[in-house]
């Protein structure tokens, strides 16, 4: 498996652009490695311990709160996102409730990416590194009703860390 800790920096924007994704939203922008790098018209960055450096950056919103409060507080008045990516607290119990609480306000057939999903080796695995999101990554990819009813596609990229590309699905075939 390649080890990469930046292909996702990568990616995203690719994916954005690609999508023609109008509104983005990062949760853990930490130093802004990836949000810096997507080119949306609407761009939000939230994370608790957001660096100094991101903050005097200009370009994009920034929330300085836990991603649960951004939820309660902030979502569905930005919404809807056209792009989501989770890369917050690396917990399975704390990845699914970033996804569970962002998935009413994704748009139809948008994207939600979850990153550290494919951890290497049992080091990887530390709470500080890819912890054990990789978990419900698993659960979201066999519970194929998880959303009751919402149609959804999920897979895996397999490189380390990892990156988990959920489709909110709504439609198949030309329209």
Not at 90 to 101: I, N, Q, R, Y
Not at 140 to 145: A, C, N, P, R, V
């Amino acid at each position: 498996m390649k080890r990469n800790q930046t292909f996702h920096e990568k990616l995203i924007p690719l994916l954005v652009e690609g999508i023609g994704a109008e509104r983005y939203l990062e949760f853990g922008t930490h130093l802004g490695e990836t949000i810096l790098k997507v080119n949306a018209p609407i761009r939000t960055g939230v994370d608790s311990k957001f660096a100094p450096l991101v903050r005097d950056l200009l370009g994009f919103a920034f929330f300085k709160m836990t991603t649960q409060e951004f939820i309660k507080n902030y979502a569905a008045e930005l919404a809807p996102y056209d792009f989501v990516f989770i890369d917050a607290d690396h917990s399975a119990k704390a990845v699914e409730a970033d996804l569970c609480g962002i998935w009413p306000h994704v748009s139809n057939e948008g994207l939600i990416l979850l990153h550290d999903t494919n951890p290497e080796s049992v080091h990887d695995t530390d709470p500080q590194l890819c912890g054990d999101a990789w978990k419900f990554s698993k659960v979201i990819q066999t519970e194929t009703d998880y959303f009751d009813n919402v149609k959804f596609e999920a897979v895996t990229l397999p490189y380390h860390p990892g990156l988990t590309i959920i489709r909110k699905r709504v439609s198949w075939g030309p329209k």
